[in-house]
T-cell receptor, first 111, second 115 residues
């Protein structure tokens, strides 16, 4: 069965610093991978996804993620954090008709 | 387009009461999903549907029932609410399922408290 592990339930960075949120997956087939963001009291919205092709995927709000098959990872990065990036981030992997979500990483951004 | 909408936004129930949560989507999506979100546990799939008239169990189906009588609507029912069902419930929809790499679109959520 497919699964995802998000390392670190909380990550804190200073405004302008690099953001790195970690996601490792387990999949018996070539995976489709997703990152979602959830702002307070809202639903989830898609940041980016990897299906096939280029392993570096660019998303909205300056985020990007790199699919590394050898490391079974799909880490999310942003070169310079902004206060508005404070939210919870979820990694997900496809599993037949469903998506399997990680437990989430809450990002705090300090001024 | 309204996307995915959920009704109600908030609800407080007493133990043993019943209620139905309504999810509607206007994107002509085949697949619809109900999740619950609890602190530290991410999103857990309750039930889902791969098309009108179909339903399937997810990871945590006990205590919930669903129906998909119309393609655009997916109802989640609690027949006898329990405090353990206090949670935030999200509905999502997608054009096809996860195996095709399509993303899910989420509603704004329903915050349910069972006392």
């Amino acid at each position: 069965a497919q699964s995802v592990t998000q390392l670190g339930s909380h990550v804190s960075v200073s405004e302008g610093a690099l953001v790195l949120l970690r996601c490792n997956y387990s999949s018996s087939v070539p995976p489709y991978l997703f990152w979602y963001v959830q702002y307070p009291n809202q639903g989830l919205q898609l940041l980016l996804k990897y299906t096939t092709g280029a392993t570096l995927v660019k998303g909205i709000n300056g985020f990007e993620a790199e699919f590394k098959k050898s490391e079974t990872s799909f880490h999310l990065t942003k070169p310079s954090a902004h206060m508005s990036d404070a939210a919870e981030y979820f990694c997900a992997v496809s599993d037949a008709d469903k998506l399997i979500f990680g437990t989430g990483t809450r990002l705090q951004v300090f001024p | 387009n309204a996307g995915v909408t959920q009704t109600p936004k908030f609800r407080v129930l007493k133990t043993g009461q019943s209620m139905t949560l309504l999810c509607a989507q206007d994107m002509n999506h085949e697949y619809m999903y109900w999740y619950r979100q609890d602190p530290g546990m991410g999103l857990r799939l309750i039930h889902y549907s791969v098309g009108e008239g179909t339903t399937a169990k997810g990871e945590v189906p006990d205590g919930y029932n669903v129906s998909r009588l119309k393609k655009q609507n997916f109802l989640l029912g609690l027949e006898s609410a329990a405090p353990s069902q206090t949670s935030v419930y999200f509905c999502a929809s997608s054009y096809v399922g996860g195996r095709a790499g399509t993303e899910q679109y989420f509603g704004p959520g329903t915050r349910l408290t069972v006392t």
